[in-house]
């Protein structure tokens, strides 16, 4: 075989592998990615038409079902505010710890954060009193109909008669419910089971998280009257103290 006829061969081989890498690259790949995508697009849609065919079939049992699926989210809604007012929530904890006999000492908001379709204020406080005092003060903040509190992160100092110093720290950072009394309870007898009995001093370090969500209507019963919504530059009582027009009644 004479090298003109072997270099005419490679020439012929070469065009050849590169109109196969051609089709192959810029015909059949895409095709078929595009028809595997065609084929999920139909699966999907196939398995949404079986599931409405037994929606169907049992519209009673679905509507019981989205009865009930409705009353649970007007529960929650029930359980949230629509907004997190810090300086409400600052007289609602005072109080509360006043209520419970337990002196509040620190109280400082973190700020504001967006998580999703709901909003999170984290907030530390710092008090001291009596262990019981502290338990049922913890419980009543979370149990609140006026906000909606989880209890993050504990820390607990104790004194002693002999002035030693015990400390016992709890954190539940992804527990979406906080952390319980009964957690609380635990951790004070696993310093010293007598510390409730005896009344010792107990100073306690709290993160509370605080939640709002445009659904909630969970507002209270402290709302601020008309006047302290009122613009700067008000020229009139009567504009001042006039009733607040929710604008959301409004919308036909």
Do not use: C
Request: aromatic fraction near 8%; charge should be neutral.
């Amino acid at each position: 075989m004479t090298k003109e006829k072997k270099q005419k061969i490679t020439l012929v081989i070469i065009l050849g592998l590169g109109i196969i890498y051609a089709y192959a690259n810029y015909l059949f790949i895409p095709k078929w990615a595009l028809i595997q995508t065609q084929r999920d697009q139909i699966l999907k849609k196939t398995g949404s038409y079986e599931k409405l065919l037994t929606y169907q079939s049992n519209q009673e049992e679905l509507a019981k079902t989205i009865a009930v699926l409705e009353s649970e989210a007007k529960d929650l809604s029930a359980k949230i505010p629509s907004q997190l007012d810090k300086p409400q929530i600052m007289v609602d904890i005072y109080t509360m710890a006043k209520l419970h006999a337990v002196d509040p000492q620190t109280l400082k908001f973190e700020p504001l954060q967006t998580v999703g379709d709901h909003q999170e204020l984290a907030m530390n406080l710092s008090y001291s009193g009596q262990a019981e005092n502290i338990i049922n003060l913890i419980d009543d903040i979370q149990n609140t109909s006026l906000h909606k509190f989880a209890l993050r992160s504990v820390n607990l100092a104790v004194t002693k008669p002999n002035n030693q110093k015990d400390e016992k720290a709890i954190n539940k950072q992804t527990n979406p419910e906080g952390i319980s009394t009964s957690d609380i309870l635990n951790a004070i007898n696993n310093l010293d089971p007598v510390i409730i009995k005896d009344k010792y001093l107990l100073s306690a370090n709290l993160k509370f998280v605080a939640y709002s969500s445009p659904l909630g209507n969970a507002d209270g019963t402290n709302k601020k009257p008309a006047f302290m919504f009122s613009d700067f530059g008000t020229d009139s009582l009567a504009k001042m103290f006039e009733p607040l027009v929710d604008e959301r009644k409004s919308v036909p």
